[in-house]
């Protein structure tokens, strides 16, 4: 049986004993949930993190370094950039025109808020200090995505640099990197039972009561994420990739599944790299440049979550936001994207922002509360799907003028310019 599918399997049960779990209730759920469903759940999510920080700076430094010449450095950068940018404000202004439609917190008893502390998040000028590290090591350590980013782009730029005088640490970057992807194997074989676990203990705590309070609104934020999923990079696969959308779907889903049951952006990348380069065949040196930084900047599903928790809001306290406001909301959202941690409930700290700039009170955060991690699961999994998008369209934009291999047109397989 494939991996895929055993997590699917996986993911099934656990719904089935989330569920059976919430109606038992009493000491049963709580054992059950605290010392089985937890613990086997955090375990898995520990393994995949574990990785993470190793992975992110052996890529990048690879993927930099394979990019001997700085314009190409330059040029891909440009192209990561600008795709994410487009893609995120598509995200944003999708959730907008949907919430705008269907009024999912219009005509319903308002819900009583309860109380929200919410985490100031950093300005767009505090974000690009901190860009460059003072102690590397201490970033790594503390998981400072962005940090870790712009130290290892250095490092990959300056191995490039020195030619033949770096090939013995490059050599050893590459082994790393062949240690890091069979240690990424053997913690996938756990994937199945991690799914199980942390679903499971998703719908034991979140119950039915919750989730059909809140289900208009999850029904437009599903919709949502599943048109930009379809429409926008279907479309861009198809048009910019040249490959059949739901072909590259289908490749790529453990991938998806994976980010579906972590909830991390950054947690799904060993899995999500090693899916891409391995079943799409994109070259490392894109690979591990692309995915890394969008994993801490492209957050669309999470976007589309913003644009669509506001609607919800503003209609739930019968405001009226105008084009002023909501054209206020798609640049903030796009703007506290960028260097926002790729891990569980971040979003909310991102929404607090959103909700602040535009004068909704911030402690109705606490109304999309109750089925924001099932929420969480999905949007994660456009995220990470946007991230390996772009990494496809972009190595295959690079054909023809690459040394490296590239994705071919018909069907990813591997070719040399």
Do not use: W
């Amino acid at each position: 049986m494939s991996l895929t599918k055993k997590i699917l399997i996986g993911m099934v049960l656990g719904i089935i004993v989330g569920l059976g779990l919430n109606a038992i209730g009493g000491s049963v759920q709580d054992v059950l949930q605290q010392y089985v469903l937890f613990p086997l759940g955090q375990i898995f999510v520990k393994l995949i993190k574990m990785l993470v920080v190793p992975i992110v700076v052996v890529s990048l430094v690879l993927g930099t370094a394979g990019i001997s010449d700085p314009k190409k450095l330059g040029r891909l950068g440009f192209k990561t950039i600008a795709f994410f940018l487009v893609t995120t404000a598509v995200a944003l202004t999708l959730a907008l025109s949907l919430g705008a439609i269907f009024q999912p917190g219009a005509g319903g008893t308002p819900i009583e808020a309860g109380e929200f502390n919410a985490e100031e998040a950093p300005s767009v000028v505090d974000t690009l200090l901190n860009i460059i590290p003072t102690n590397p090591i201490d970033a790594m350590a503390q998981g400072e995505m962005l940090q870790v980013i712009a130290f290892s782009i250095i490092i990959g730029f300056g191995l490039s640099q020195i030619g033949e005088k770096g090939n013995r640490i490059y050599t050893l970057f590459e082994q790393a990197n062949e240690l890091l992807m069979y240690l990424v194997h053997i913690v996938m074989k756990f994937a199945p039972y991690g799914a199980f676990a942390l679903i499971g203990e998703a719908i034991a705590s979140q119950g039915g009561d919750a989730l059909l309070k809140m289900f208009k609104y999850m029904l437009v934020v599903l919709v949502a994420l599943l048109v930009h999923l379809l429409v926008t990079y279907g479309s861009a696969l198809s048009l910019l990739g040249k490959i059949n959308p739901f072909e590259f779907f289908k490749k790529f889903s453990p991938a998806m599944i994976v980010a579906f049951s972590t909830s991390s952006s950054s947690g799904t990348l060993p899995v999500s790299m090693r899916t891409l380069q391995d079943k799409l065949n994109v070259p490392k040196s894109v690979s591990g440049f692309v995915q890394p930084l969008g994993a801490t900047i492209n957050m669309d599903g999470t976007a589309i979550m913003q644009g669509v928790a506001t609607m919800f809001i503003a209609q739930m306290y019968g405001i009226n936001l105008g084009i002023g406001e909501l054209l206020t909301v798609v640049l903030t959202a796009t703007l506290a994207s960028i260097g926002t941690a790729g891990a569980p409930g971040v979003g909310l700290i991102m929404l607090s922002m959103v909700l602040t700039a535009v004068g909704l009170p911030v402690e109705a955060i606490s109304l999309v509360l109750a089925v924001d991690r099932l929420l969480d699961m999905c949007r994660t999994s456009v995220n990470v799907t946007g991230d390996a998008a772009a990494a496809y369209i972009i190595a295959r934009s690079e054909k023809g003028r690459d040394e490296y291999a590239t994705v071919s047109s018909e069907d990813g397989a591997t070719t040399s310019s």
